[in-house]
């Protein structure tokens, strides 16, 4: 509890995207998505660079994400959610059940630091973050009590998620299955980028609120993420 009131004892300021829409006074939850694809090429590169920091993968993505973020919304002060597991304790590795954690990083992206210099600062908040990742989030936005707005989620509008899999195909004896994509229509955020690693290059997938942006709005977003990757 200590460490992440301590992440909010200084005032937290909203992000403020650059949407296409007034936010409605209540949120609809109504979304669509833009999914996108790295090369292997660019993976490995990104891969290495974050080997070099001792820095993960997720580490490197979700800088890459914050300094987006902080692009677009001219601020320097930037919160993301992202999910944990929430099964550190070995008796509950094999319980059956929603264990699923939320974290809420924050982090400053400032101007005046390299990118190595800012995946530092990244890498040594996201390791914090884990360290202390058993308190709840709920708990967290109780305690600091947060002015109620129906038109938001407390603490972050945003997250990032990267799934850690990258087989498609679940076998059970006789039974195989495959995933598929639907067409999610649903985002619980203003915005949520995922990713997950398939045969060796990154896909990525940019689910938005309808509510607040429109797609043109959301391709533009993947070519600045991409960008900032070159």
């Keep these: 509890q200590e460490y992440w009131l301590g992440e909010y004892v200084e005032e937290l ?5 650059p949407i296409d829409y007034a936010r409605p006074e209540f949120k609809s939850y109504k979304g669509s998505n833009v999914s996108f694809s790295l090369s292997r090429e ?38 993301v ?38 995946l530092r600062e990244v ?10 990742q058993d308190y709840p989030y709920e708990e967290l936005v109780n305690h600091l009590d947060l002015p109620r707005d129906s038109s938001r989620n407390p603490l ?11 087989k498609e195909t679940l076998l059970f004896s006789d039974l195989e299955a495959t995933t598929k994509n639907i067409g999610n229509k649903i985002s619980k955020f203003d915005l949520q980028l995922g990713t997950q690693e398939r045969e060796g290059c990154l896909d990525f997938n940019f689910e938005y609120s309808t509510d607040l942006f429109n797609k043109e709005t959301i391709d533009r977003f993947v070519v600045y993420f991409e960008r900032i990757v070159s």
């Design 156 to 166: 972050f509008d945003v997250m990032f998620v990267l799934q850690n899999f990258d």
């Design 42 to 79: 660019i993976t490995n590169s990104l891969r290495e660079l974050g080997d070099k920091e001792g820095a993960t993968l997720f580490m490197t993505l979700l800088s890459i994400f914050n300094i987006l973020l902080s692009k677009l919304s001219n601020q320097q002060d930037v919160v």
């Design 123 to 132: 890498k040594g908040k996201t390791l914090k973050s884990l360290e202390y």
């Design 13 to 17: 300021s909203l992000l403020e995207l």
């Design 81 to 118: 959610g992202t999910a944990v597991a929430g099964r550190s304790h070995v008796d509950l590795e094999d319980i059956f059940g929603m264990f699923v954690n939320t974290l809420a990083i924050r982090n400053y992206p400032k101007g005046d630091l390299s990118f190595k210099d800012f």
